[in-house]
């Protein structure tokens, strides 16, 4: 058994060097080694291999990012049943009625905003997503006009 | 419950119960305050009934916890110094509501529940015997005295207001240390065992703490006196004031101050005291010179009037720090003195100020041809306030001239100039508003007093007689207590070596000397 | 270990209001979607009575005080004190809520749940004595709160609010964060009386300089939290943005909790090494009164006004901990309740009289108001002279017994410096009164709509706790002195 700190995190050190030195040599080397060809065609993206169109600022639906945020918040809640599965019989009756609480209050969660209506993708119906105060109106910037300003 | 916490709680009822009058009853406002006051009054003229004269102790004592943690304990009571000033407080309010029963028509309600509010505070004031108490008392008065200030002023009453208040909050906070840190260094806020524990030299402090706390209490109440150079604010009060206001704001809160110092800072800090005294009456006589200066150029009878205050009250600081018997007693006398003849020119000034809506002297004149009874109050007014022999200021002045004398006869010779500058302002102040031509807005709008003024201004010109003739009635109490403070603070044993002489005689020889 | 992992009936009791409260609001946030716009003021109703429920399970928790949850959690005096507190408050702020919500036509249901949540929040805050539940507690409350701050989705000036206040203020916790990592890294726990045990013990204690850091840290996050100077920069722009009982809640509630949890960090964990931050604190609360009170002096937005007030005032609870007392402690707990009280009522009038939109914020929009609404008026003067610190009101008796704790550890230039900012203070309390009571009624007075019920009990309500405190501080002080010790 290491004694002291110095002995325990040793291991550690190591580690980190073997990495340091990993990714280095990595990168160093296809530099060095590698053969290089300058021309158009590898200056554009490649990995999805397909070739952009249009804006880079184009505009999604607002109804994606709400989405996309509740499926990260259940999909991080649902991680919550694992450790709880290898160890359900240790925890007993005692776990069983956490997790029945926790699912219950992820039920309400759910019920709360499919009953808001953020799950109807489709269905645009003003009332359902209406927003709490109708007062001031608040106005989207074209990019030209940002730019404009910017350079006022 | 005795009767000192009587008169102490009908204000606060009567302020109570006036939240409860309808607003559209203006007249039942007016009649019922009036009788609170008056009750009040006739109340704390069995207070001096009752009180023994010839005793140091202090009497009336109500003394129960009312706070347990700080020990706060609501203890009033009356020696012979709080004795008369209480009964100035309740004599004065029934009189500031007189004056106002016509001048003051809009929110009236407010205004007449703001005088009891103000009595109440300044009985307080005047009776407790709890530093704590004291400071609380102290605070309440300057609320009410605020908004009458601010709502029912004239023109510049905002700046006024708000300058009060601060003035005095800034000096009052400074005390509020003071008080902590007493108590933290004796676990009571009892002003009777802080002394006993003073003189049985349970507590002491360092000399540099003794000058921080002697400075923490000297300033708020040297700003609220006003000592010369923290003066300014109470031109601009007394100006903006309503009658009313003028009046309880120069007769009875002045004297917070100059009360506070004989109380607090005398026996509590005799080292410092004794310390800064010299400084203190150099500013003292200061004030009272350039008060007088400043007082004669004055177009505005109002700003005159306040600034003869200031150097009157500096007659009573100068008193006070002599230390001797004499100053003490004329000191305390001159509180009462100042409050009585100074309300009654600030009164007689807002009569006239009803009739003619203007407070510049240039504006009146000849008026003792139109008015012949409201100038011959003026006149008697004048005379007390400029110190003639048979009146009241005469009695006070003599004491305190004869106090600074024993200590130092430099001091005497300068305030005396005081004296006679007060007789030129205020005598030439009379010429130029009662004599000379008569202007055409004076002739037909100065009707002479009618009974309500008669009723208000009569108590205070038959007590300038009674103190100008008879001391006697009023000087045993204060001199029992004076005698006993000066004891208390090891302040018998005076800067020059005299015997002082027994109360009683200086009170005979006093009492012969004026007549 | 797994068996006894069950937590006993009595751990259940004592955690029983923030389940009260989690409950209900998870109920009203179910019932929303449901009555939805039918009857808006039922989760008013709803909130009110889960709140009157967890004040009685706060205080039926007390009657068999001790720790819960593994001592996660420790239900003392100083826990319950905070607990009542902050559900006051919340009550306050609801019954202030109703009008303001039916007239900017706000949804009502998910402004409730947010309000109880942020309560559960700051329970668990006041009971932790351990630092993750400390955190966890902080971010419950704060997310709330951000959200409460941004709650009028379509005003450009409450979107800056929480956005402001989000980003500031994870920005702080991280502070936290890191420095609850450092202290569990050298000492190897997060429970707070083992931290002390490790610091004081001089075997064991680690570098001085690491737990310099940690500490310092720590009261950066906390500071924040506070609204202590320096770190104070945020809270102008957010009491002014969010909507105005939003507002009321965040600078009583929150504030309280995350004292509480100041106070119980630095004076248990933290006590040993107090000669170490003390400094700290005592730049911190003499830079938050003068700040505070000098700009609130030339501020012409109400709001903005007493929320450079709410910095200053933040600053006298400073001082209160910079006496690294228990009767510093115990006065600190004192002007918080004071505090509360007026300025939650402060802020009531001032919702009362924005009228729709809030459009009436300036300090003139108060003209006559002593005239129009004689009851308003009259109710406000008595927040803003406990504001001053006039006697017979609670702000007297809390200025009081902080600078006599100051005293007490011989802070004596702090306490003058204190007394004397409270006097530049009086003077833009006093403009308020002024244009209350001393100028003719404007546009805005003579618009003022009469009273509503809801705003009249959170009005009278901190009204008469002001007096009670001011005229028989000793029963509150006194539980405030037994719990000053904490559950050591």
């Known amino acids: 058994m290491p004694t002291t700190a110095a002995e325990t995190y040793f291991p550690v050190l190591v580690q980190a060097l073997l990495a340091i030195v990993i990714a280095a040599a990595l990168v160093s080397l296809s530099f060095l080694l590698g053969r290089k060809v300058k021309n158009s065609v590898k200056d554009m993206p490649y990995e999805c291999g397909i070739v952009p169109t249009g804006d880079a600022r184009h505009r999604f639906s607002v109804k994606f990012y709400l989405v996309g945020m509740l499926f990260i918040l259940f999909d991080i809640e649902a991680i919550f049943l694992y450790p709880w599965a290898v160890v359900y019989k240790e925890l007993k009756m005692f776990g069983f009625f956490e997790m029945f609480t926790f699912i219950l209050l992820v039920v309400a969660g759910f019920f709360y905003i499919w009953k808001k209506g953020v799950l109807d993708w489709s269905h645009n ?23 404009v300003a910017m350079k006022r | 419950m005795n009767l000192l916490d009587i008169v102490i709680c009908t204000p606060l009822v009567g302020f109570l119960l006036t939240l409860f009058i309808p607003r559209s009853k203006p007249q039942w406002v007016r009649v019922f305050t009036l009788t609170v006051s008056v009750i009040a009054f006739v109340l704390s003229v069995g207070l001096a009934t009752g009180f023994n004269s010839g005793s140091s102790n202090l009497q009336f004592v109500t003394d129960f916890i009312w706070n347990a943690s700080p020990e706060i304990h609501y203890h009033v009571a009356l020696d012979g110094i709080s004795l008369w000033l209480v009964i100035l407080s309740t004599l004065l309010t029934p009189i500031a509501i007189l004056i106002s029963w016509r001048s003051i028509d809009n929110r009236v309600k407010e205004f007449f529940g703001l005088l009891l509010l103000l009595e109440f505070g300044l009985v307080g004031v005047f009776a407790a015997f709890d530093l704590f108490l004291f400071y609380i008392f102290w605070e309440v008065s300057l609320v009410p005295m605020y908004f009458l200030i601010g709502i029912w002023g004239h023109d510049r009453r905002i700046y006024a207001a708000v300058k009060f208040f601060l003035y005095t909050m800034a000096g009052s906070v400074l005390m509020l240390a003071g008080i902590i840190f007493i108590y933290n260094r004796t676990g009571t806020f009892n002003y009777s065992s802080i002394l006993d524990m003073l003189g049985s030299g349970r507590l002491s402090f360092t000399t540099g703490e003794e000058m921080f706390l002697f400075l923490a209490f000297f300033l708020a109440f040297a700003i609220k006196v006003p000592l010369f150079p923290l003066h300014t604010w109470l031109p601009d009060a007394h100006v903006e004031a309503p009658t009313a206001g003028s009046l309880m704001l120069a007769s009875v809160m002045l004297k917070m101050g100059t009360y506070g110092l004989v109380r607090f800072c005398l026996p509590m800090f005799p080292g410092a005291a004794r310390e800064c005294a010299p400084w203190i009456i150099v500013l003292a006589i200061i004030g009272i010179i350039y008060g007088a200066l400043v007082a004669l150029v004055q177009p505005n009878m109002k700003k005159l009037v306040a600034y003869s205050s200031v150097s009157h009250l500096g007659f009573v600081v100068l008193g006070i720090f002599s230390f001797t018997q004499m100053g003490l007693d004329g000191a305390v006398y001159q509180m009462l003195n100042h409050g009585i003849s100074t309300g009654a020119l600030f009164i007689v000034v807002g009569f006239l100020y009803t009739r003619r809506h203007s407070l510049e002297i240039k504006d009146y ?22 110190g003639l022999p048979t009146l009241n200021n005469f009695v006070g002045e003599f004491l305190v001239l004869q106090g600074s004398a024993q200590a130092n006869f430099k001091w005497t010779i300068f305030a005396s100039l005081g004296v006679i500058l007060s007789a030129c302002y205020m005598l030439w102040l009379y010429q130029r508003v009662f004599f000379g031509e008569t202007p055409e807005g004076v002739r037909h709008h100065m009707p002479d007093l009618n009974l309500r003024e008669w009723v208000a201004i009569v108590p205070l010109i038959i007590l300038m007689a009674w103190m100008g003739t008879a001391p006697q009635t009023f000087l045993p109490p204060v001199s029992s207590a004076t005698a006993h403070l000066l004891e208390q603070s090891k302040m018998n044993v005076p800067l020059r070596v005299h015997a002082a002489p027994a109360p009683p005689v200086i009170v005979a020889a006093e009492a012969s000397h004026a007549r | 270990m797994p068996a006894n992992m069950a937590p006993s009936s009595a751990e259940i009791l004592r955690f029983l209001p923030e389940i009260i ?38 205080i039926f928790a007390y009657t068999n005080p001790g720790p819960a949850f593994s001592g996660m959690l420790m239900v003392d005096g100083f826990a319950t004190f905070f607990r009542v507190l902050v559900l006051g408050v919340g009550i306050l702020a609801v019954l202030s809520s109703y009008r303001f919500l039916d007239r900017e036509r706000a949804d009502t249901g998910e402004y409730h749940a947010l309000i ?112 202590g100077a320096p770190f104070q920069i945020w809270a102008p722009d957010v009491y002014q943005g969010a909507p105005t009982p939003v507002t009321a809640f965040m600078s009583a509630g929150p504030k309280a909790a995350a004292f509480a949890v100041f106070l119980r960090i630095f004076m248990t964990a933290f006590e040993t090494v107090g000669t170490g931050w003390e400094p700290l604190v005592w730049v911190s609360a003499l830079l938050s009164m003068t700040i505070g009170n000098f700009a609130a002096l030339v501020q012409q937005n109400i709001k903005r006004m007493l929320a450079y007030s709410s910095i200053a005032h933040a600053g006298y609870v400073l001082v209160a901990l910079a006496a690294r007392s228990e009767i510093g402690t115990a006065a600190a707990m004192f002007y918080l309740a004071a505090y509360a009280m007026m300025n939650v009522g402060a802020f009531a009038v001032v919702a009362h009289l924005s009228g729709k939109g809030e459009r009436r914020l300036s300090l003139n929009d108060f003209a006559g108001l002593g005239v129009k609404q004689p009851l308003t008026a009259a109710l406000l003067t008595i927040f803003l002279l406990s504001f001053i610190g006039v006697p017979l009101t609670g702000g007297f008796f809390g200025k009081f017994y902080i ?17 004397l900012n409270s006097a530049v203070a009086a003077y833009y309390y006093l403009r308020i009164l002024v244009v209350m009571y001393m100028h003719e009624p404007g546009e805005a007075t003579l618009a003022v709509e009469p009273l509503s019920f809801g705003l009249s009990a959170a009005l009278i309500l901190p009204a008469i706790g002001t007096f009670v405190l001011g005229i028989f501080p000793s029963a509150l002080l006194q539980f405030a002195d037994k719990s000053s010790i904490f559950g050591r």
């Open chain 3, 403 to 419: 600078f006599k704790a100051a005293l007490q550890s011989n802070l004596v230039w702090l306490t003058v410096l204190g007394l």
């Open chain 3, 21 to 58: 409260l989690a409950v209900m609001g998870t109920f009203i946030m179910v019932l929303d979607p449901l009555v939805r716009g039918k009857s808006p003021k039922i989760f008013g109703h709803i909130s009110i009575l889960a709140m009157l429920a967890a004040i009685g399970a706060s």
């Open chain 3, 116 to 227: 109880l949540f942020s309560l559960v929040g700051q329970c668990v805050m006041v009971t932790a004595n351990e630092l993750i539940m400390i955190f966890i507690g902080l971010e419950i409350s704060s997310i709330a709160t951000y959200v409460l701050a941004g709650y009028l989705r379509d005003d450009k000036r409450a979107n800056e609010a929480a956005l402001k206040y989000f980003l500031l203020g994870s920005f702080a916790t991280a502070f936290l964060l890191y420095g609850v990592a450092i202290i569990y890294g050298i000492t190897g726990t997060t429970n707070l009386s083992a931290i002390r045990a490790v610091l004081s013990n001089t075997t064991t204690a680690p570098a001085g300089a690491v737990v310099g850091a940690a500490v310092a840290l720590m009261f950066v996050g906390l500071a924040f939290k506070v609204s």
């Open chain 2, 365 to 386: 004149g000849g008026v003792a041809t139109v008015a012949p009874w409201l100038s011959t109050v003026f006149l008697i007014t004048t005379l007390a306030s400029i």
């Open chain 1, 125 to 147: 119906d003003p009332s359902a997503l209406r927003s709490p105060a109708g007062r001031v109106e608040m106005r989207d910037h074209h990019p030209e006009e940002i730019l």
